[in-house]
Nanobody, 124 residues
Framework: QLQLVESGGGLVQPGGSLRLSCAAP????????ITWFRKVPGKEREGVAC????????YYPYSVKGRFTISRDNAKNTVYLQMNSLKPDDTAVYYC?????????????????WGQGTQVTVSS
């Protein structure tokens, strides 16, 4: 059973940066499309970055484009989310999710595996 482990969340001031990591001990993450989602109480889960498997395509919503960067380090079997110019609206629990198909999807229901989440708080 694939298990995803996120890390790197925390408290940061507006304008600051954080890098989140998503690891899968014992599995090859390059086989999966990976999306970072975020969840705020009372709102729908939102995809903020996706990287495909075989095609390597990358997608971002307008809300984070130019500020967030998703990448893979296959040697470390880890997917990263670099978040720059953070805003208070970016405060959420961030989850990485994997789907067995190679292409990205924006729908949480299309993902087979989820991490436990990591809290990101942007506040002065």
């Amino acid at each position: 059973q694939l298990q995803l482990v996120e890390s790197g969340g925390g408290l940061v001031q507006p304008g600051g940066s954080l890098r989140l990591s998503c690891a899968a001990p014992g599995f090859i993450l390059d086989y999966y499309a990976i999306t970072w989602f975020r969840k705020v109480p009372g709102k729908e889960r939102e995809g903020v970055a996706c990287i495909g498997s075989s095609d390597g395509n990358i997608y971002y919503p307008y809300s984070v484009k130019g500020r967030f960067t998703i990448s893979r380090d296959n040697a470390k079997n880890t997917v990263y989310l670099q978040m720059n110019s953070l805003k208070p609206d970016d405060t959420a629990v961030y989850y990485c999710a994997a789907r067995v198909y190679p292409h990205c999807s924006g729908s949480p229901s299309q993902y087979d595996y989820w991490g436990q989440g990591t809290q990101v708080t942007v506040s002065s």
